[in-house]
């Protein structure tokens, strides 16, 4: 009989599987916050006193304003009315009127946009 023998075999380790390099790239900027526009507010303030029942209105050209309609101001006292006007872009021309009939007498009156004017018309 005869005996084989089988050559034994030499363990070698496993191999480990190579590591995947992946590439670092440059990390996504961050989402730039959405910053909301400023509103642009504009603010008109009459010192003047209309009289009992009578009210103060605006007319021009700028946001929400029109020569042909006057916007009322608000009453704050006796003698002060105001008004705040949203999103101009360029300077504002306006004319006080009371009881939207009778203009304030002189030039028209100017105010920047995103300005505050405290005047008293004369009538």
Request: aromatic share 12%; with cysteine; proline share 10%.
């Given at each position: 009989m005869k005996k084989t023998t089988k050559p034994a075999k030499t363990l070698t380790p496993a191999k480990k599987p190579a590591k995947t390099v992946r590439k670092k790239t440059a990390a996504a900027a961050p989402a730039a916050e959405k910053v909301a526009p400023v509103a642009v507010v504009t603010k008109i303030v009459a010192n003047f006193d209309v009289g009992f029942g009578n009210a103060?209105?605006?007319?021009?050209?700028?946001?929400?304003?029109?020569?042909?309609?006057?916007?009322?101001?608000?009453?704050?006292?006796?003698?002060?009315?105001?008004?705040?006007l949203?999103?101009?872009?360029?300077?504002?021309?306006?004319?006080?009127?009371?009881n939207d009939e009778k203009w304030s007498a002189g030039e028209d009156f100017v105010v920047a946009p995103g300005g505050s004017v405290t005047l008293t018309p004369s009538f």
């Open positions: 103060l209105y605006v007319r021009g050209d700028g946001p929400g304003l029109s020569w042909e309609k006057g916007i009322p101001m608000e009453c704050v006292d006796d003698t002060t009315w105001a008004i705040t949203q999103g101009a872009v360029g300077p504002i021309p306006f004319k006080f009127l009371i």
